[in-house]
């Protein structure tokens, strides 16, 4: 998918893990527009990068839900346009 705007901020989180948080916006040609706030780029013990989509936390601290789910090539590409503007961003 062509042209997701990207908004990344790099974070130094407490744990680490944290990296960046970022907002997208995906356009839809003559539809319209999706934006998706609150995504986070995190990397665990010495594993590759990954995104994680916005979620809301449970009753329970290990607990969490989605607030938004793509699928198929929109997941894809909203994923690595957040990866490559996160890696242009601490370069």
Partial sequence: MENIIVEIE??????????????????LGEQGMVQILGLCVLETDGAELRVCLPTRRGKNEHQYF?????FGPLRDSVIAAVLDAYRERVQ
Avoid: E, F, Q
């Fill in 66 to 70: 989605d607030t938004v789910r793509l």
């Fill in 10 to 27: 790099p974070c130094n989180s407490s744990n680490g893990h944290l990296k960046a948080r970022a907002n997208v916006l995906v356009p």
